[in-house]
C-alpha cells in the first residue's frame, strides 16, 4: 500500500512524498527552493539551500517525523562549484543531526527544471509503523 503525503502547492502530478508499506519507508521527492506558492525562492546559493530543507522539513513533520528519521538523500547542484560546498554543509548541518548524518551524495548536473533552480534534495525516511 502506497500512500501520498503532500504539502504546499508541489507540483501536479507529483506527491511531495509517498510512504510506502504501513508506514516504514517515506521516499522524499525531489524538493525544490520554491515557497509556498510553487514560485522560485528568491536570493543566493545558501537561500535557496536553506529553503529546500525547510520544505524537506514541512514534508516530514506531516509524515510525522523529522530529520532524525531520514536516511539518505541525494543532493542535486546545478553549475556546481567548490566555494558551494561549505554553504551547503553548513546548512544542511543546522538541520540534520551530525552526530549520525544520513547517507548522502552530491550530484552536479548542468541545470535543473528552472534555471533559477540552483538545488534539488531527494531521498527516503524511516517512519515508525502506524499500530493497527
Known amino acids: ?3 501520498a503525503v503532500n504539502v504546499g ?8 512524498a509517498t510512504l510506502s508499506g504501513e508506514g516504514e519507508i517515506l521516499f522524499l521527492s525531489g524538493h525544490c527552493p520554491t515557497d509556498s506558492n510553487g514560485d522560485v525562492v528568491e536570493g543566493d546559493f545558501e537561500a535557496q539551500v536553506r529553503a529546500v530543507f525547510e520544505n524537506l522539513k514541512a514534508t516530514l513533520a506531516e509524515a510525522g517525523v523529522g530529520f532524525e528519521a531520514v536516511a539518505k538523500l541525494t543532493t542535486y547542484v546545478a553549475n556546481f ?4 560546498l561549505p554553504v551547503f554543509k553548513k546548512v544542511r548541518n543546522s538541520y540534520v543531526n551530525e552526530a549520525c548524518p544520513p547517507a548522502s551524495a552530491l550530484v552536479t548536473v548542468p541545470m535543473l527544471y528552472d534555471p533559477a533552480v540552483l538545488i534539488e534534495i531527494d531521498g527516503f525516511a524511516v517512519v515508525p509503523r502506524q499500530p493497527k
Open 1 to 3: 500500500m502506497i500512500k
Open 9 to 16: 502547492a508541489g507540483f501536479p502530478g507529483v506527491s511531495t
Open 81 to 84: 562549484e567548490p566555494s558551494m
